[in-house]
């Protein structure tokens, strides 16, 4: 079983910088692959990236390529995103999320996070 719990979210300002954390308090966290989407208001959910269950494989949305940067500690059962240099428009909701596939598509998730808020000021 996976229980993910996101942290980290807040207010900042465009430039700025933030850390989400995702805690899995399951066993299971080192077996599936993760992935950080988002959602603003009015908006689809969408992807942001993804990383592999080793931490050897990622990939990102264009929005955010060279900006975000996914990461895993399997030791402690945490995935997260260091965003760095925050428009705006990357304002919403970031949720994590685990698949058995290696993939971008929020269908094949299994498992979500609560989600938290990340806004970011002009």
């Known amino acids: 079983q996976v229980q993910l719990v996101e942290s980290g979210g807040g207010l900042v300002q465009a430039g700025g910088s933030l850390r989400l954390s995702c805690a899995d308090s399951?066993?299971?966290?080192?077996?599936?692959?993760m992935g950080w989407f988002r959602q603003a208001p009015g908006n689809k959910r969408e992807f942001v990236a993804r990383?592999?269950?080793?931490?050897?494989?990622?990939s990102y949305a264009d929005a955010v390529k060279g900006r975000f940067t996914i990461s895993r500690d399997n030791a402690k059962n945490t995935l997260y995103l260091q965003m760095n240099s925050l428009k705006p428009e990357d304002t919403a909701v970031y949720s994590c999320?685990?698949?058995?596939?290696?993939?971008?598509?929020?269908?094949?998730?299994?498992?979500w996070g609560q989600g938290t808020q990340v806004t970011v000021s002009s």
């Open positions: 999320a685990a698949s058995r596939i290696f993939t971008a598509d929020a269908q094949r998730y299994d498992y």
């Open positions: 399951g066993r299971m966290f080192n077996s599936y692959h």
């Open positions: 990383i592999n269950f080793s931490g050897s494989r990622t």
